[in-house]
């Protein structure tokens, strides 16, 4: 449970339900509560809104061996890093894709130590020996910046995976314009995961 908090950018409550395996909501907050009395967890309500946030205290940090460096939360991520964990439950659920087969963008970054820090996915998979990947795209920073991860991509992964909300037409537009040099391409919209990860009984 805590090497699996550790490796996502931020996690609430109802993704460490899922990801952890529990029955209900209510098991799993007395097992975060046991932790956050035992000082191996902090939970931090960060914006306005938005549940509170667990991290791995020092304390935990120390017990699993993962690096003693505190993350630091972008607020303005927060929306695409609650849409990651979002996507990946929808996918060990949907798609039978075990946990153990997930490696996050923070696992890519942290193989990476000291070393040019370059562009990946918010994680990977494995299916069939073949490595898959999910972005999640939810506003366009950059088309450059875009086509340079779409063409990377391409050559990295048989299958390119990109979650976007389909209500800022243009992401969408690119990404279908693009698909027609790299063929890899998969689109998902972010409300399609949603919906089913909201009313899959296992994740309530």
């Known amino acids: 449970m805590l090497r699996e908090i550790d ?6 409550g109802k993704h460490i339900r899922a990801l952890a395996g529990f029955s209900g909501q209510r098991a799993c907050d007395r097992r975060l509560q046991s932790l956050l009395k035992a000082h191996l967890l902090k939970r931090n309500k960060i914006i306005y809104g938005v549940p509170s946030v667990y991290r791995l205290a020092y304390k935990a940090k120390m017990l699993i061996g993962a690096n003693k460096r505190q993350d630091k939360i972008r607020l303005d991520n ?3 890093d609650i849409a990651v964990l979002d996507t990946a439950i929808y996918f060990t659920k949907r798609f039978n894709i075990p946990l153990k087969d997930i490696v996050t963008e923070k ?23 073949q490595r898959y990947c999910v972005e999640v795209e939810l506003s366009l920073k ?22 976007i909300n389909s209500d800022f037409s243009k992401v969408s537009r690119l990404l279908r314009g693009y698909g027609k040099q790299y063929t890899n391409i998969k689109i998902i919209d972010i409300k399609e995961i949603q919906k089913y990860v909201k009313y899959d009984n296992e994740y309530k």
């Open 142 to 163: 950059s088309r450059d910046r875009l086509e340079k991860n779409i063409k990377t991509n391409f050559q990295k992964y048989k299958l390119q995976i990109w979650v």
């Open 7 to 12: 490796r996502w950018r931020i996690i609430l």
């Open 78 to 80: 927060v929306a695409h």
């Open 107 to 129: 696992q890519l970054h942290s193989n990476d130590g000291f070393s040019t820090r370059t562009h990946y996915p918010d994680f990977i998979f494995t299916k069939d020996k």
